[in-house]
């Protein structure tokens, strides 16, 4: 089991309307301990009304930025994310196990290769630090992403995506959906079987996919 440090969060900034995002102070004596892959999570560990509550959230940030980030998204009735997005504050304590899980990107720079990574709602998180870690540290390869969400209200780290595309251009391809409202430059609808198809067999049909990476968000408090 990984080990628990209390952290103090650095900044807490809004990303949407109910959710936002958390970036820790790692002292210089820990940061070896909090050293992750791109695709990992970390655990949270608060004591909220006298109960002790853990949650796990994915990192947002690249693994060569140094910076340990997540987002927490709001959800009706529950207890930590409530929490945190309406009651943590820069300057907050936490404690922070290490980063742990198996859904890992690991860059290669010698790599010339096509990632394909599909998203919804809040599981962006991990897919941004994997986007953001391959533009980085793989300069000869390229990442597709299909996004989809209710809503452009909703969709967590828009803004991020988009400055992605400016400033990688032809590395990076993000096609957003939206099942509940109609958007410029945006597909209707939920990612399906229909929509893959509609995306990768006729606009990337020539090009070589080395590996696919698939988030969902899931039911968490």
């Known amino acids: 089991m990984s080990q628990f440090h209390p952290l103090k969060i650095e900044s807490i900034n809004k990303v949407t309307d109910k959710s ?3 970036t820790f102070d790692v002292p210089e004596d820990l940061k070896d301990n909090f050293i992750f892959e791109a695709g ?3 655990t949270l560990r608060t004591e909220i009304n006298g109960e002790e509550i853990r949650r796990d959230y994915s990192i947002c940030s690249s693994k060569s930025s140094r910076k340990l980030t997540v987002a927490v998204k709001s959800v009706e009735g529950g207890s930590f994310s409530v929490y945190a997005n309406n009651e943590l504050n820069a300057g907050d304590v936490i404690d922070v196990a290490e980063p742990n899980g198996r859904f890992v990107f690991e860059a290669n720079n010698a790599k010339t290769r096509t990632i394909v990574a599909f998203a919804a709602g809040s599981g962006i998180t991990p897919i941004l630090s994997i986007a953001k870690t391959l533009l980085e540290d793989e300069p000869f390869s390229n990442l597709i992403l299909v996004y989809g969400n209710k ?7 828009s803004n991020d995506l988009i400055q992605l595309k400016e400033t990688y251009g032809n590395r990076f391809h993000v ?8 958007e410029e430059d945006a597909l209707f609808g939920r990612i399906e079987k229909s929509t893959v198809n509609l995306i990768l067999k006729n ?12 988030c969902g968000p899931e039911p968490v408090s």
């Open 175 to 182: 096609h957003f959906i939206y099942s509940q409202t109609q």
């Open 151 to 157: 809503s452009l209200s909703d969709a967590m780290f």
């Open 203 to 214: 606009k990337y049909k020539d090009v070589a996919i080395e590996k696919f990476y698939l």
């Open 40 to 42: 990992q999570y970390i």
């Open 20 to 22: 936002v995002a958390i």
